[in-house]
């Protein structure tokens, strides 16, 4: 069960707040689009999505070679709150990141 204290710290670290915050704003992304975004190798991109699947925060589905995830739809109404908030105060922070997600996605070869 997600608490507080797991929410606050998950969102403590720069790169899962951002990966967040541009799920929030964009739905459903897949790892490579996170690569991109966040210029990080897939490795550091993996292991912090890991640990926000560990806490319930996101949901990951693979199709094909590819993992695309998402905000949990199930989170607690006060978690959604947080992310909400927080998106919609400190959009600027995800603002270059977003830059990124425009164009061409890896995994499906299409302009945005």
Known sequence: MLNP?????ALAEETRLKSLLL???KGELCVCDLMR???LSQ???SRHL???RKHGL???ERRGKWIYY???PMLAPWVKQVLEITLKHNLTLIEPELQFL???SCSNGVSE
């Open 5 to 9: 204290i797991l929410l606050y710290k």
């Open 23 to 25: 799920m929030q704003k």
């Open 37 to 39: 975004a966040l210029n």
């Open 43 to 45: 490795p550091k991109v």
């Open 50 to 52: 890991s640990e926000l």
């Open 58 to 60: 996101v949901l990951d």
């Open 70 to 72: 998402q905000i949990n």
């Open 102 to 104: 425009k164009g061409k």
